[in-house]
């Protein structure tokens, strides 16, 4: 009778300290859905690159406009969540990522793609604040957890983007793609009916998160730390522009290897990327944020250095490597810069997110115009020194100093 009347009296909020799944799971497959669908347009620039005679430059400001877009307003609409979520917000952030879809099948030249490109930026930045937003309050306390499920999701998609490439041959089959998207759309209905029912408790969590907050660093020590989480994305996702645009054209301007067999190859390093993100929100919980921020970018140093002389066979192993180092810093990333500011998960996820599309962006064009002038094995040369940033990580504070006990 006793525990009848317990699970009677059971709240909103008493849900929302456990570790809901069910939502993890499925915030996580409609990233994975989402990000199926955004990686289909890097991974067909050789097709754009052949239908509408586009140079490297062009082909980097397809990836600057979609980026920049969402790069510019993720920070505004998690700061707009923050004050007032809306509940059916990520079903509308894919809705703009289906219309930009359709018009980038049907785009006939240059200027529309960039349209295109920039509503499936505008899809992007409507969702990922919000659904990182409520991959926390699923999450039970295991923020980190919770951040690498829903990372992961979208390092899937991304890695499945180059195979399904491999199907589309013409612009028009783009439109294969729209079953993924409704199912993307009912999934986010149901899961805006639970998002719903919990946001009066969703409201107050701000101001406790405010409360509880167990840090006393100063303004200025806080945004320093910021700023260096923010240089430490610069070099990974500058460095993951390198692969993600241009690796396909680096394998078969220095290998010889085909159009199908360079997007495998992208495939076998967008793979590794997912099982690194899934591994590094969990160690981070259970070590702290800062060791695996230190292992994630520093650690990647001395395999960058060597990707650019070695084999085939020794480029796809390294690239291996690297994506499972280096993808496990994002989850921690986020996770410490939330902690750092409690109270602002939807402007923080905003800013991390819009910064990191914004680094991609500006880096695929820049190595773009770079590889136009000095060849594209040059780049990867460039590129492999940018890991090294990681040693600002001995300039963030301690958030956990009984982590280690």
């Given at each position: 009778?006793?525990?009848?009347?317990?699970?009677?009296?059971?709240?909103?909020?008493?849900?929302?300290?456990?570790?809901?799944?069910?939502?993890?799971?499925?915030?996580?497959?409609?990233?994975?859905?989402?990000?199926?669908?955004?990686?289909?347009?890097?991974?067909?620039?050789?097709?754009?690159?052949?239908?509408?005679?586009?140079?490297?430059t062009q082909?980097?400001?397809?990836?600057?406009?979609?980026?920049?877009?969402?790069?510019?307003?993720?920070?505004?609409?998690?700061?707009?969540?923050?004050?007032?979520?809306?509940?059916?917000?990520?079903?509308?952030?894919?809705?703009?990522?289906?219309?930009?879809?359709?018009?980038?099948?049907w785009?006939?030249?240059?200027?529309?793609?960039?349209?295109?490109?920039?509503?499936?930026?505008?899809?992007?930045?409507?969702?990922?604040?919000?659904?990182?937003?409520?991959?926390?309050?699923?999450?039970?306390?295991?923020?980190?957890?919770?951040?690498?499920?829903?990372?992961?999701?979208?390092?899937?998609?991304?890695?499945?983007?180059?195979?399904?490439?491999?199907?589309?041959?013409?612009?028009?089959?783009?439109?294969?793609?729209?079953?993924?998207?409704?199912?993307?759309?009912?999934?986010?209905?149901?899961?805006?009916?639970?998002?719903?029912?919990h946001?009066?408790?969703?409201?107050?969590?701000?101001?406790?998160?405010?409360?509880?907050?167990?840090?006393?660093?100063?303004?200025?020590?806080?945004?320093?730390?910021?700023?260096?989480?923010?240089l430490?994305?610069?070099?990974?996702?500058f460095?993951?522009?390198?692969?993600?645009?241009?690796?396909?054209?680096?394998?078969?301007?220095?290998?010889?290897?085909?159009?199908?067999q360079?997007?495998?190859?992208?495939?076998?390093?967008?793979?590794?990327?997912?099982?690194?993100?899934?591994?590094?929100?969990?160690?981070?919980?259970r070590?702290?944020?800062k060791?695996?921020?230190?292992?994630?970018?520093?650690?990647?140093?001395p395999?960058?250095?060597?990707?650019?002389?070695?084999?085939?066979?020794?480029?796809?192993?390294?690239?291996i490597?690297?994506?499972?180092?280096?993808?496990?810093?994002?989850?921690?990333?986020?996770?410490?810069?939330?902690?750092?500011?409690?109270?602002?998960?939807?402007?923080?996820?905003?800013?991390?997110?819009?910064?990191?599309?914004?680094?991609?962006?500006?880096?695929?064009?820049?190595?773009?115009?770079?590889?136009?002038?000095?060849?594209?094995?040059?780049?990867?040369?460039?590129?492999?020194?940018?890991?090294?940033?990681?040693?600002?990580?001995?300039?963030?504070?301690?958030?956990?100093?009984?982590?280690?006990?």
């Amino acid at each position: 009778m006793n525990s009848a009347a317990r699970i009677d009296a059971a709240t909103p909020e008493d849900d929302l300290q456990k570790t809901t799944l069910r939502i993890l799971f499925a915030v996580s497959f409609c990233h994975f859905l989402n990000d199926t669908i955004q990686s289909l347009i890097p991974a067909l620039y050789p097709l754009f690159k052949e239908s509408f005679a586009l140079s490297f430059t062009q082909i980097g400001l397809i990836t600057l406009t979609f980026q920049m877009v969402a790069s510019i307003l993720q920070p505004v609409v998690g700061y707009a969540m923050d004050r007032k979520p809306r509940p059916y917000s990520l079903a509308a952030g894919v809705g703009f990522t289906f219309v930009g879809l359709v018009l980038l099948a049907w785009a006939p030249n240059y200027p529309l793609l960039l349209v295109a490109s920039a509503l499936v930026g505008l899809g992007s930045a409507v969702f990922h604040p919000e659904a990182s937003r409520m991959a926390r309050a699923a999450s039970g306390g295991k923020h980190g957890f919770a951040q690498s499920l829903f990372q992961v999701g979208g390092n899937a998609g991304s890695s499945v983007g180059p195979l399904l490439a491999v199907l589309i041959v013409s612009q028009g089959r783009l439109l294969w793609v729209v079953p993924l998207v409704l199912i993307s759309l009912a999934v986010l209905f149901w899961v805006g009916r639970w998002y719903e029912g919990h946001l009066e408790s969703l409201r107050a969590r701000p101001r406790k998160a405010a409360q509880a907050s167990g840090h006393t660093l100063s303004r200025g020590r806080v945004a320093g730390a910021v700023a260096v989480l923010l240089l430490l994305i610069f070099s990974k996702y500058f460095y993951l522009a390198s692969i993600g645009s241009y690796y396909t054209f680096y394998l078969m301007h220095r290998f010889g290897v085909s159009v199908g067999q360079a997007q495998f190859y992208l495939f076998i390093f967008l793979f590794s990327v997912a099982a690194g993100t899934l591994a590094g929100g969990p160690l981070g919980d259970r070590f702290g944020r800062k060791p695996v921020i230190w292992f994630s970018i520093l650690g990647t140093a001395p395999f960058s250095l060597l990707l650019p002389h070695v084999s085939l066979f020794w480029t796809c192993g390294l690239s291996i490597v690297i994506g499972l180092i280096l993808a496990s810093a994002f989850s921690a990333i986020l996770v410490y810069a939330q902690e750092l500011l409690p109270g602002k998960v939807g402007m923080v996820a905003g800013l991390f997110f819009g910064f990191a599309f914004g680094m991609g962006g500006i880096g695929s064009a820049v190595l773009g115009w770079l590889a136009d002038q000095s060849g594209i094995t040059f780049v990867y040369q460039l590129c492999a020194y940018l890991p090294l940033i990681g040693l600002l990580t001995l300039f963030l504070p301690n958030l956990e100093p009984q982590r280690g006990r």
